[in-house]
């Protein structure tokens, strides 16, 4: 899925333990929690789980994310018609487990993007509200790939993920600054034809600190690549 102007090694990142953080049935990660395991030898039964994620009872709307994850490394084609549904999860800032439901929406964005690309606006919201969520990374991870082959459902939101530039996280950092390269890359035009210089501009300004000084060296390199195709 990589695009084309020097991105064929790059790799977007998961976070540094993102089975386990997929897996966690806490947004905090603790380790006291249940987790979201699932049986990757059972069915997949799209039906039911579809029926799962519609319920109101929250413990079997837990037990569909638990099916997905248990299959999505394995039978990504088959959990595409969840998307929207996990997306509707992702919106709950109660629910506790982000992280499993940001890990299955960043395999099914790499699997089909134009699947996952209508909830762009939905995924980028999370992220630049919670920079340093643990389900971030794979929120930045699912808007790479977007970007990679359909970059317009990014293109107006370019400004907007400047707090994922700003995160902690490295693995945030990196999978930020490659979504912003590849919507410069894929875009129909200058992009000041969608967002305002100054704008661009302070961008361009985040990105060139982070080439500069970053200590993650896939940052600096996509910032890098995002700073020079911005314009």
Request: hydrophobic content about 40%; glycine content about 4%.
């Amino acid at each position: 899925m990589d695009g084309d102007g020097g991105e064929g090694s790059a790799q977007l990142h998961r976070s540094a333990d993102s089975h386990a953080a997929a897996d966690s049935n806490s947004s905090g990660g603790s380790s006291s929690s249940p987790t979201l395991h699932g049986d990757a030898d059972a069915e997949f039964n799209l039906p039911a789980v579809l029926a799962q994620l519609d319920a109101t009872d929250a413990d079997v709307q837990r037990q569909a994310v638990r099916t997905i994850r248990a299959h999505v490394d394995d039978r990504p084609e088959a959990c595409i018609p969840t998307v929207s549904k996990l997306r509707t999860l992702l919106e709950r800032p109660d629910l506790e487990y982000h992280e499993a439901v940001a890990y299955c929406l960043a395999e099914l964005a790499e699997e089909s993007a134009a699947d996952v690309a209508p909830s762009a606006d939905e995924i980028v919201s999370f992220a630049t509200e919670r920079p340093s969520h643990p389900a971030t990374a794979d929120c930045c991870r699912s808007l790479a790939a977007i970007a990679d082959e359909r970059p317009g459902a990014l293109v107006d939101r370019v400004d907007a993920l400047v707090p994922t530039l700003e995160s902690d996280d490295a693995t945030v950092r990196a999978n930020a600054a490659l979504a912003l390269a590849r919507v410069a890359d894929g875009a129909d035009g200058p992009l000041e034809q969608t967002d305002t210089p100054d704008v661009l501009e302070d961008v361009r300004a985040i990105l060139a600190d982070l080439e500069r000084t970053d200590p993650d060296p896939d940052v600096r390199e996509w910032a890098a690549q995002a700073r020079d195709r911005l314009r």
